[in-house]
């Protein structure tokens, strides 16, 4: 490591920066920052409301939010795990077969969600019922019904 490094090192690290952050800024090991944080005397890097960055680099203030609680929080942290969280958890919702089931059968339930709506229209529609037919069994507009049909030709 050249002096000038080891000096930005500690440089970075009396303004209280991040060991990541100064590790993507000198491209120094993280173990090599530690051990000079270490010999410095200052103490592990803390979050607070005034650092110029997260513990994970991303600057501040931009990036500052409170919990209703008063704690602080890094945004890009909170939206970088809700994304993966996103990513593994997630799953559609699936529509329900016995509702659709009841809506071309002439008896929907209360609530149809647009998916299940247009799934019975479809099911309808392949039994060669008129327009006018489908919107009295379904319990929705015969535009709706339309609406369907030109999706369902697009797709
Ligand atoms: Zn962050």
Known sequence: MTPETRQQIETLLRARHSDRSIHQATGAARTTIARHRKRLGLPA????????????GHSFPENRAFYPNGWLYCLACARSRNQTWHATNYTPAQPDEAAIERAAAGDPPARLTPRERHAAITRLDSWQLSAAVIAERVRCSERTVYRARSKEAAA
Do not use: K
């Open 45 to 56: 890097y803390l979050t607070a409301a005034d650092s110029p960055t997260c513990r994970h």
